[in-house]
């Protein structure tokens, strides 16, 4: 929800949406931790937990559109003569 809300996947495509929901939870567990950990055990989710937060999503949501933009030039070097 707070990818969405902040905007951070309105530059995705459709397409990377799923990739999006398949990483989360690896991403989140790797680079994550300790706000996870902290929203776990108070149910609060305070201004330094929620940038940590904010900088993984970042890095996630950045990855994807590296992924996809390589992809694409894949794509348009095969289809071309």
Do not use: C, I, Y
């Amino acid at each position: 929800m707070l990818a969405v809300q902040e905007g951070l996947l309105d530059a995705l495509p459709l397409t990377a949406m799923a990739r999006f929901r398949a990483r989360l939870a690896d991403a989140l567990d790797t680079d994550a931790t300790e706000p996870l950990r902290g929203l776990d055990q108070t149910g609060e989710l305070d201004e330094g937990m929620r940038k940590e937060l904010m900088e993984a999503l970042t890095r996630l949501a950045a990855s994807l559109a590296t992924d996809t933009k390589a992809a694409d030039a894949g794509n348009t070097a095969a289809a071309s003569p």
